[in-house]
Structures are given as C-alpha cells and as structure tokens.
C-alpha cells in the first residue's frame, strides 16, 4: 500500500495531494503540465522536503511532519526514471548502470545485471557513452540504472515526454514488459492517456495542485464528470478484455469483456492474453433499433445511464451493456434531442471495429 | 646547463618550487570555496565571493602588506603560528608561496566555479536517487565532471604563480635563494648595473614558461572534455 498526503507551498502555487493506491501495480499520476504531479514525485523521492504530510511505502514511513521525520532521497530506495534520463556523461553505461547496484542494500532483492540489461534490450550498449545513444537508448539505461538499485519503489517522470513518436513505440513495450515481470510498484506521472491505458492499475487525476479523483483506470474512464478526461477528444471507456480467438483469414480478433464480445483488427498476442482497450468515446454511436446491413461489427444492447452536457451542443452518454460494463459515447446536441436520449432509455451501442488501433492494447 | 649561472638557475628554480606549493595549498580551499559559491545559499556569500576576488582588483603590495599584518611575527595569525608550531611565514620561501596562493586564488576558484556551472545539478539528484550520500556524490559525480575545470584553473595558477611580484616581495622580501622568484630576480638584475642580460634571459623564461602554462591549460581542458563524454570522439 502506497499512502500519500502532503502538502506544500510555493510562491504563486500550493500542492495538497493525497490518495493511497494499492501495491504492486502501477500508480498513474495524469495531469495537465504544471498540475504538480512532477513536485508530487519529488517530493516522494525525497527530493523535496515537503510543509507538512505524511508519506507510506509498504509500512515503512519515509516523509512524517507530525513526527518530524524525514528520510533523505539516498536513503529512501526510490529509483526514479527521469523525463531527461539524467545519466551521468562522464561514466559508461554498464558503469551508469552499476551504481546504483554497488549502492544498494546487500539483502536487497531484484533483478541482476544480465536479466536487466536483456530486458531492457541494452546488452550491446555497455561499452558505450551516454553521448552516443540515442533518446530512446538513454532512457532505457535510465531505467535500467534505476531497476538495478534494488528499489522498494519506482517512480518514472513522464520518461516518454521527451521521445518523439516513434521512440516513444520503441520503449513502451519495454515498459510494459517490465510491468508483467517485476513486482515493483510504480508511480508513473504522465499527461498521455496511451500510456495510461497501457500500464496502469490506478489512476490519479491532478489538476492545480489538487487530487480530482484516484480509482482503478476502468472506473475512472467511465466517468463523465471529470472535465480534464472529458474535454480530451480522446476520452473513452477502458474495457478490461481477454483475447479469445483469431481469424487471420478475416483479420480479426475476438475478445471478450464483461457483458459481451469486442471484435477488433487483428491483435498480435496469444489466446487468453489479458488486453485493456480503450472505446473512444466518439467513436461510439447509438441506435433505437438494431441496425442491419452495416458496416459495424460490434453492436451491443445497452441502456442510457446518464446524460452529461459536455462542449456546446455536444453530449456524453453513458451507457451500460448487459447491466455490466460500461461505454462512454459523444454524441451532438441535435441527436439527443431527435431521438429523444435520456436516462433509463434502452439502446443500441455500435462501435467500428477499425476505431481499434492495433496498438491500443495492453499486451 | 651553461646557459644560466647558478644564481640564475636558483631563481628559476625556486619559482617553480614557490608556484608548485601554492597551487598544492590553494587547490583544495579553492574548490571547497568554488562549490560553496556555486551550490550553497547561505548568509553572506555575496560577501565571501568579494573576499576571494579581492585579490583581481588589489593592488599585490596591498595584499602583501595585509599578509605581513595578519601573518607577520607580531600579526594575530603570526604570532599564533610562531608560538604553537613554530612556523615562520615572513621572508621564508613558505611566506613566498602563501602570498602566491592568495594572489592566485581566485584564478582557480574562478576556473572551478565556470565548470560547476555546467554541472547539471540534476544529476547530483540522480545520483541521491541511487543511494548516494552527499560525499559520495561529490567524489563521483561533481568532482570528475568539474576536472577539467580544476585541471586548467591548477595550470593557469601555477603560471600565473611564477610570475607573481608585489605580495611576495612585500610579503616575504627579496632573499636571493629563499624568496627571489624569477620576478624578482628580474627587477633585481635591472637595478644591478651590468644585470641587462640576466634579465633578459630570465624575462624570455618568464615568457615561455608562461605561454606553455597557457597552452597546456587549454589542451587539458580540451582532452578532459572529450574523456569525459561531455563531445562525443
């Protein structure tokens, strides 16, 4: 259990967060930049000593005002995964790598050089510079560098942010590996909603220095009154889902979630394998009657639960399917007004298979 | 050598000796003072920064008198010095070499100072991050990246030592064999009559002693800059 509550003033901005989250798993802190969520982490690091609060990892108190305890960064077993990788210039990587390692507690348990550096893919950087590798290099040394030191915890500030597109494909994977193999819990500050979707358990949203809620990423996407989610035009419901079948020969893959079966483009992972995909809310429509002769391949009964105006003359819907899960639908102004959308009306959600991007999953 | 006679040797030598000394004392106040100036925030650093730059804009004869107040026989330093330890400072070549460390201190903080500068002090973070304690750190992050900054700092302190006047002879007088640096051996000589090509020679030692201190300071900068990652090969 990861308990956080503090506070602290600047000149012109205060932060006031606090939530527990449960551990493992991976803690995500979404906001727009400059919410705090960047201090929120330094501040657990240790890196920043806050006004008042009290910080818990797993029992053990880091950060107590009341009891004026305070245990400083290089004490506190926090490896942190910097947005500008922060690896020392004038060391190779394998000796970026090692100094955590040579640091940590000798009782301390993790992974170990070879199983690191092949996770991460970096066996063939070790003899080389910081100054020669690539951005996305970096940041998987970084990382490294920070799993080597035996950390009770890991916090990762935004380690993406600074990758352009595709370097940011090259090391998500390698994060999302890294979730499935280590049992670390994480704290991951990010303003993009992939890599929530893709690697986290629990989602903190931040605004202005304030906590706006904390919960599981399904039951925080589902929700249609956080503006910060809902003003983004990729907001959606997050279905957890299990691949169930392929059908190479159509190209498509069968996955089921609570309450039915999503078809989608065909995903690359094996039967069984656990996947969490976003419905983009736009990408849903809604019917009176059961539509035949479309395009749309997923088309589920539902029913309105709530109808919230969001951006002038645009509504959300949300619909439950099967009295189970959850989708969230944007939908205009006029058609809520045309067909008469309300709370308690039964529907017809329908939703294109190619909304899927192949990688929106979580594999 | 047949070039210079024994005194003439002496002088040279004795100069090399004095710079060398006072780089040695100087260097580490110098990079203690460079990072406190750099890193710290603390009450009356605007004022430790004017004390350690005094010596830029004084006159050398003025330092070198301050030094023969403070560290003479009779000076509050001095007289301690003299009492518990037995050392004597004025007119030794020790005296010669503190007055040289002084005048050339804020050369190497300054050098020092200019390389923290460009020490990402994120860094120092990490390596908190990574366990390590503030001592640590400092041996394994900061000092190796400010190298080169010590390193020509260092060599432009000791060239510029060479060459130092008005403290030392102020300071530790004009002792042929004890405190006549090549400077002073110099000024002698020109007082002397028939001294014109002793100063000559020595004045054209001075001077490529000099531009090779110069030289060197740069090359090593540059070196270390490229060992240290900082320009990839």
Redesign the interface.
């Known amino acids: 259990m990861l308990e956080i509550s503090l506070r602290h003033r600047f000149t012109g901005f205060s932060l006031d967060a606090s939530f527990d989250a449960p551990t493992p798993g991976v803690t995500a802190i979404f906001g727009p930049s400059g919410c705090g969520k960047s201090t929120l982490l330094s501040a657990v690091?240790?890196?920043l000593r806050p006004d008042e609060g009290r910080l818990v990892v797993n029992g053990s108190v880091l950060f107590d005002s009341a009891t004026r305890q305070f245990v400083?960064?290089?004490?506190?077993?926090?490896?942190?995964v910097?947005q500008?990788a922060?690896l020392?210039?004038?060391?190779s990587v394998e000796t970026n790598l090692r100094?955590?390692l040579r640091?940590?507690p000798r009782d301390a348990k993790g992974p170990d050089m070879e199983e690191v550096t092949a996770l991460l893919g970096i066996e063939h950087l070790l003899s080389r510079?910081?100054?020669?590798l690539s951005g996305g290099e970096k940041q998987r040394v970084a990382l490294g560098?920070?799993l080597l030191?035996r950390p009770a915890l890991l916090?990762m500030d935004e380690p993406l942010a600074a990758l352009d597109g595709g370097r940011k494909a090259e090391v998500l994977p390698y994060l999302s590996r890294l979730r499935r193999r280590l049992s670390i819990p994480v704290v991951y500050v990010t303003h993009a909603l992939d890599e929530v979707d893709r690697l986290a358990d629990t989602l903190v949203l931040m605004e202005a220095g304030r906590v706006l809620a904390h919960g599981s990423v399904e039951a925080l996407s589902a929700r249609t009154d956080l503006p910060i989610l809902a003003g983004r035009r990729d907001v959606g419901a997050v279905l957890t889902c299990r691949v169930r079948a392929h059908d190479a020969e159509r190209g498509l893959s069968y996955l089921d979630f609570a309450g039915g079966e999503l078809i989608v483009p065909f995903e690359d992972s094996p039967p069984d394998t656990p996947l969490r995909v976003r419905v983009r809310a736009r990408d849903v429509s809604v019917a009176l009657v059961r539509p035949e002769h479309v395009s749309v391949q997923n088309i589920f009964p539902a029913v309105v639960e709530d109808v919230e105006q969001g951006q002038p003359h645009e509504a959300m819907l949300r619909l439950r399917v099967e009295g189970q899960s959850i989708l969230l639908s944007r939908v205009t102004q006029d058609a809520v007004n045309r067909l008469g959308l309300r709370p308690g009306l039964p529907v017809w959600a329908l939703v294109k298979s190619v909304a899927f991007s192949p990688s929106g999953g979580m594999p | 050598m047949g070039w210079f006679t024994p005194d003439e040797w002496q002088a040279i030598q004795l100069s090399l000796a004095v710079a060398l000394r006072s780089v040695a004392f100087g260097l580490p106040p110098a990079v203690l003072a460079a990072w406190l100036l750099a890193r710290g925030r603390f009450p009356g650093r605007s004022v430790l920064d004017a004390i350690i730059h005094l010596p830029l804009v004084m006159p050398p004869v003025v330092v070198g008198w301050l030094l023969l107040v403070t560290f003479g026989i009779q000076g509050p330093l001095g007289s301690l010095l003299n009492e518990w330890f037995g050392i004597r400072l004025v007119f030794t070549t020790g005296g010669a070499a503190l007055a040289t460390a002084v005048m050339s201190f804020p050369l190497i903080v300054r050098a020092v100072r200019l390389s923290l500068d460009t020490v990402?002090p994120?860094?120092e973070?990490?390596?908190?991050?990574?366990?390590?304690?503030p001592v640590?750190?400092f041996v394994?992050?900061t000092l190796?990246?400010i190298a080169p900054g010590i390193l020509s700092g260092a060599i432009t302190a000791f060239a510029a030592g060479l060459g130092e006047f008005g403290a030392v002879i102020t300071f530790a007088s004009n002792i042929p064999g004890q405190t006549q640096t090549l400077p002073l051996a110099i000024y002698t000589a020109t007082q002397t009559p028939g001294g014109e090509v002793t100063a000559a020679k020595l004045a054209a030692v001075s001077f490529a002693m000099a531009v090779a201190g110069l030289m060197l300071a740069e090359f090593v900068g540059r070196r270390m800059q490229v060992?240290?990652?900082?320009?990839?090969h």
């Open positions: 690091a240790g890196l400083p960064a290089e004490r506190r077993r926090c490896g942190v910097f500008d922060r020392f210039p004038h060391l100094y955590g640091r940590a510079r910081p100054a020669a560098r920070a030191s916090l | 990402d994120h860094l973070a990490a390596a908190r991050t990574l366990g390590a304690g640590d750190r394994t992050v190796p990246l060992l240290l990652g900082r320009v990839p």
